[in-house]
């Protein structure tokens, strides 16, 4: 049983580029969520979803940012016209049941994003 | 809003020594509170998971308590090693179904 996947682990792009990020959760995992880590910080909730839903996107930057979960296929975190502080750790997780909010939270081992 | 605070920031022991990290939180209306484990560059590893209505859960050396009415979980490690060097992070998780996490507490055990 894997576990929840990201990819590419390591990117790197150029000012103004576009970078897109995927997890896919764990096997039967219909919750995803996305957090950042900046260098030397802590990890910041950046949005919740379920399958073809935005459940909580408070943590979003309101431009260039934005992410979806299909019906089939990851979950993508996609950045436009990257920056240079936009360079960080992007982590995903996964959780099992709908509603659940007593279930564990499952990551990925992340993608770091440098942008030169 | 919820916050979640480490204390202390940084910790280092030499190896053998038990040790207690600190986590508060200030909304106490959680559902479960997580430990996990980060090593330099690499992901998170879940250590501990403790349900809004359990005072404790163990694993190994590992210890973690919850006072969810004062806001405040401890994670105890007993006799440390230099394997144990990495940052502890906690999390609590509420109504709203995402987790908050503290900023970390970075420990090193020197052989």
């Not at chain 1, 950042?36 to 379920?50: I, N, T, W």
């Not at chain 2, 200030?26 to 997580?34: E, F, K, R, V």
């Not at chain 2, 694993?59 to 308590?65: E, P, Q, Y």
Request: proline fraction near 5%; glycine fraction near 10%.
């Amino acid at each position: 049983n894997a576990g929840v996947m990201q990819n590419p682990r390591h990117l790197v792009r150029r000012r103004g580029q576009e970078a897109r990020l995927r997890c896919s959760p764990m096997k039967g995992h219909s919750h995803v969520y996305w957090y950042r880590q900046l260098p030397e910080e802590g990890l910041k909730f950046m949005v919740y979803l379920q399958k073809e839903n935005i459940i909580d996107e408070s943590g979003m930057p309101k431009e260039r940012f934005s992410a979806e979960f299909p019906k089939e296929g990851p979950s993508i975190l996609r950045i436009q016209q990257v920056v240079r502080g936009d360079s960080a750790a992007y982590f995903c997780a996964s959780s099992l049941l709908a509603g659940d909010n007593t279930g564990e939270l499952f990551f990925g081992e992340g993608s770091r994003l440098t942008v030169l | 809003k919820q916050e979640v605070t480490q204390i202390p920031a940084a910790l280092s022991v030499p190896e053998g020594e038990n040790l207690v990290l600190n986590c508060s939180f200030t909304d106490s209306a959680i559902y479960n509170l997580q430990w996990f484990r980060q090593d330099p560059g690499k992901g998170l590893t879940s250590l501990l998971l403790i349900q809004s209505s359990q005072r404790e859960q163990t694993s190994g050396r590992l210890n973690a308590s919850l006072d969810k009415s004062s806001g405040r979980s401890t994670l105890y490690i007993a006799a440390s090693q230099p394997g144990d060097s990495a940052t502890y992070l906690c999390a609590v998780r509420g109504n709203t179904g995402k987790l908050i996490f503290g900023q970390g507490t970075t420990l090193q055990v020197k052989p």
